[in-house]
């Protein structure tokens, strides 16, 4: 009787903590919306966070919910239950590249590198994701591992825990698929391969031969119409948006850094931001746009673990290189949620610190050069830069090379999204040109229209007239 009773007080704390807080100061708190750069506001907030996921733990087992304290709220009994089965039927081994010890795990490579056989494997493995419910639950699995971005988008980002809660989640999802093909891995999108090309837009990648369209509805290729567990379909709006790729001169960057600290979030100058993973890696998000450009749903596009998946080779080659021993090199900054002996998000049995621990492989993004002028794929060209490298670059083909003509835009609006956008740290100045560019091009076609219907001026007001149009479109991209 008295442990009956001291079980129902504790539930009554439980909601009376939860109670205490209002809610409006909650939500303002869990999606993001105070000063990031304000230390007692954000330590405030983590503390608001925190207390409220601990009794709506409490809450949830009294309902019958079993936690088995492997995962946070945000999924019901029977979505957790399965991802735990993932977590507990594969004991985590050192991925090897030789097949041979105790894993026999692939390496991930460069999407552009899969044989075809690899990619319909893949994108087989995500559809059945897609489309297989979990027994007991109205949630199919690809939607349930979505969702985990989903429940709490801000408690994984800003701070050091990133990467770590970032290599996890890449490898829960990997174990996902491969219980239904088990050799699949999750290709990588090395974003640097498009970034060279003329037009990004054009690359091969946004036809259906691979991620489908790039702009508007995505009606096309392996994740044609698909939507998410609210009906909203999938969209994209590739080059739309303020924003860039990974560059080659971000990477380096990133790469002649020497430890954790200088390269993870929080930083204090928006310079020093631009030196980060997780900085240049919320362009690449804002620049697909659509889902993929809100915390809260980037999950529901597939583009969002292949482009995670490059974040994470990027971590690899930072480590590779700088020698640091990522375990004991696990930075000391960020809010309470970012703490190394705190708990990681989603998985509860590790801490902070425990994800800089775990590992990966990978094959190497394909290089070329002056001799060898092969990038090993047909969807890759060996093209030379004189500025700014003066060498030659792996760059992506063009869906005119495929022989895949443009697909016509399917949005008349873009549709609202609500959520926390991510946050972009600059604009590359060739982002800038490429948009002047096509403001140009418009103008220009537009002046031909008004040539024709109107009679002749004269030169001066042609150039005057010139010059207020250029002032304009500068003034609105810079």
Avoid at 20 to 42: I, L, M, N, P, R
Avoid at 345 to 363: A, C, E, M, P, V
Avoid at 404 to 409: A, E, L, R, T
């Amino acid at each position: 009787m008295l442990a009956l009773l001291l079980l129902l007080g504790s539930v009554f704390c439980a909601e009376a903590v939860i109670n205490s807080y209002k809610f409006d100061q909650w939500s303002k708190c869990y999606f993001g919306a105070y000063d990031v750069t304000d230390h007692a506001e954000s330590k405030r907030c983590d503390h608001i966070i925190m207390t409220m996921r601990k009794g709506l733990m409490d809450i949830y087992r009294k309902d019958g919910y079993d936690w088995k304290e492997d995962f946070d709220i945000g999924l019901a009994k029977a979505e957790a239950d399965w991802v735990n089965s993932l977590l507990y039927k594969h004991k985590r081994t050192k991925r090897q590249a030789t097949g041979t010890g105790p894993s026999k795990a692939k390496p991930r490579k460069e999407v552009r590198m899969m044989s075809l056989e690899e990619w319909g494997n893949f994108t087989l493995a995500v559809n059945s994701l897609k489309y297989e419910k979990i027994p007991g639950s109205n949630s199919n699995k690809y939607d349930t591992i979505a969702n985990i971005i989903r429940s709490n988008p801000n408690s994984t980002m800003d701070g050091p825990g990133f990467l770590g809660f970032n290599r996890a989640y890449i490898e829960l999802f990997e174990r996902a698929l491969q219980e239904l093909i088990p050799d699949v891995t999750v290709p990588y999108w090395d974003s640097t391969k498009d970034f060279y090309m003329d037009d990004p837009r054009e690359s091969v990648l946004w036809t259906w031969m691979f991620f489908g369209d790039g702009n508007g509805f995505v009606s096309e290729g392996p994740f044609a119409n698909w939507t998410d567990e609210n009906g909203g379909r999938l969209f994209r709006e590739v080059g739309e948006n303020p924003s860039s790729l990974f560059t080659l001169h971000g990477l380096e960057a990133i790469l002649a850094r020497k430890n954790h600290y200088m390269i993870t979030l929080p930083q204090p100058t928006d310079l020093t931001k631009r030196f980060t993973i997780e900085g240049q890696q919320n362009g690449v998000h804002a620049w697909v746009g659509g889902q993929m450009r809100i915390r809260e749903l980037s999950a529901q596009d597939p583009v969002f673990f292949m482009h995670r998946a490059f974040v994470d080779y990027i971590w690899n080659t930072f480590i590779e290189k700088s020698g640091v021993d990522p375990g004991s090199d696990y930075p000391i900054k960020g809010g309470e949620a970012n703490k190394p002996e705190n708990t990681m998000h989603y998985f509860s049995q590790n801490t902070n610190r425990d994800g800089y621990k775990l590992d990966s492989l990978y094959i190497d993004s394909p290089q070329c050069n002056s001799t060898h002028k092969s990038c090993g794929s047909v969807w890759l060209k060996c093209t030379y830069f004189w500025k700014p490298f003066k060498k030659h670059l792996c760059v992506s083909v063009t869906r005119a090379f495929a022989d895949i003509k443009p697909s016509q835009p399917t949005l008349d609006k873009v549709p609202k999204l609500s959520g926390t956008p991510y946050n972009v740290v600059f604009v590359d100045i060739r982002t800038k040109q490429l948009k002047r560019t096509k403001q140009l091009k418009k103008i220009s076609k537009n002046r031909v229209t008004d040539v024709q219907n109107q009679p002749p001026q004269n030169n001066t007001t042609n150039q005057a007239q010139n010059t207020i149009t250029n002032e304009k479109i500068n003034a609105s991209i810079n």
